[in-house]
């Protein structure tokens, strides 16, 4: 009777064994199937993630005559603010700030593009005004024809100051 229990102790460890090792056998092919999954994900090239008439086109921001002087209008769809200058010139501003690229919102009472994460501040133009920003907000191409504004968010330009030359204006203004 006590080789008969043996038999059966040895015969429940063994199916004990038998379902532990398939546990261990199921997680790691799970383990497997991710790991592959992770590296064929890394290798597959990027699809385009926007849209068409989104962020790297052509923008028709609107009449020239439309915008008042000396005000900031945002474009989210295109990832940036076109200001209108004193002057009726127009400048196609980056959302991004050159020091961390974090979103920089324009703050209408203090006539300011304002950094919520270093606290870097930026004119009207994007010029700097207070550090850490190393340099002046990028911009995009505007051109101006038959008073329509547009804004070419494909083409970025690095700068380092505002230059009067970086302004678009509408023919005859």
Known sequence: MAEQQKKEDRASDESRRSLL?????????????????L??????????????????????????????????????????????????????????????????????????????????TFDITGSVVQSPAPRALDLFPVTIENNVVRVNTGKRIKRSEFQASQVAYARGA
């Open 39 to 120: 590296v064929v994900s890394f290798l597959r090239p990027r699809k385009p993630g926007t849209e068409q008439g989104d962020y790297g086109t052509v923008i028709v921001a609107g009449s020239a005559e439309g915008f008042a002087r000396n005000t900031v209008t945002a474009f989210p769809r295109g990832q940036f603010y076109l200001a209108c200058l004193e002057d009726g010139g127009f400048l196609a501003i980056s959302r991004k700030c050159t020091h961390l690229g974090c979103t920089v919102p324009w703050v209408e009472e203090d006539n300011r593009f304002a950094c919520p994460c270093h606290g870097s």
């Open 21 to 37: 090792n398939k546990i261990w056998a199921a997680l790691g092919l799970v383990v497997l199937a991710e790991l592959v999954w």
